[in-house]
C-alpha cells in the first residue's frame, strides 16, 4: 500500500483535508493504483522544529518581515 507523507507547519482541518484528497487522487492518476489503498501521513512540526540559513524557521521569517 503506499504511504504519502509530508512535513507541514500546523495545516489548518481543511487544509489537511484537500492535501489528503488532491494528493491521492494525483498519486493514483500517476501510479495507476486505485485510491483505496493510499495512506497519507501529516507530520505537524512547529516554527522552531525547522532551520533555515543557521536559525529557527520563527526567526528566519521574523527577518524578513522587517
Known sequence: MP???ID???PTKEQKERLIAE???TASS???????????????NDLDNW?????????F???QKK
Not at 493504483?33 to 507530520?43: A, H, P
Open 3 to 5: 504511504l504519502i507523507s
Open 51 to 59: 532551520g533555515v540559513g543557521g536559525k529557527t524557521l520563527s526567526q
Open 23 to 25: 494528493l491521492t487522487k
Open 30 to 44: 500517476i501510479l495507476g493504483v486505485d485510491e483505496k489503498f493510499f495512506y497519507v501521513l501529516i507530520k505537524e
Open 8 to 10: 507541514a507547519v500546523h
Open 61 to 63: 521569517l521574523a527577518e
